[in-house]
């Protein structure tokens, strides 16, 4: 399906799993993502988010926050914060970038807070996410790119395996580091069809 004009498109604003709340960042979210990142998270989210993992000012922070949640009521990208429905806790996001429209491409990613890692969260709120991408997007095919040195690669490629998704290939030295080093991206994907007929599909 060619989306021609993406504001046809019905975008909820709240998307729900069985243990969490997934929806885009409100202003004021900024000062709840400061504390996750002073929480021990700085390293750990270096690599994923740059300038904003390493900042000390809260306004810089928010004003990102706020410039993500315009992204998303424009349909530029979709990320959205995954909060515990029990504890109201901020544990991790989702980003969802549309690499084309017109063939129903588009490239997903994700986070866990450090102290929220071994709990399922992201496998949950991914599978959600996924629902809304082939849904509410009209996807066709969604792409994982994970980076090979990553400090987290192997959790990485394991969610994605556990969300169904079925290894494509390496792509070799694409990616240039601080230090003048080259590595590699695996790609990961999924398509509409496959996912519909998997279990983790129809049981949310």
């Given at each position: ?8 498109l019905e975008i909820p604003d709240v998307i729900e799993t ?187």
């Open positions: 399906m060619i989306i021609e004009d993406t504001s046809e069985k243990r969490f709340i997934l929806r885009p960042y409100q202003e004021g979210d900024g000062q709840m993502f400061f504390d996750m990142l002073e929480h021990d998270n700085r390293d750990h989210l270096k690599e994923l988010l740059g300038l904003v993992a390493s900042s000390d000012e809260i306004e810089f922070v928010e004003k990102w926050i706020c410039d993500l949640g315009k992204d998303w009521k424009d349909h530029d990208r979709f990320v959205m914060g995954i909060w515990s429905k029990s504890t109201q806790d901020f544990l991790g996001h989702i980003w969802i970038e549309p690499m084309n429209w017109d063939s129903g491409h588009f490239e997903i990613g994700w986070f866990v807070d450090k102290n929220h890692q071994g709990k399922g969260i992201i496998t949950e709120a991914t599978i959600r996410a996924l629902i809304f991408i082939f849904n509410n997007l009209n996807a066709h095919k969604v792409t994982v790119r994970i980076r090979e040195n990553g400090p987290y690669a192997i959790k990485s490629k394991n969610i994605a395996e556990r969300c169904g998704f079925i290894y494509e290939g390496l792509l070799r030295e694409t990616i240039k580091l601080e230090n003048g080093d080259y590595t590699s991206e695996t790609y990961y994907g999924l398509l509409k069809s496959e996912f519909v007929s998997l279990e983790i599909y129809k049981s949310m």
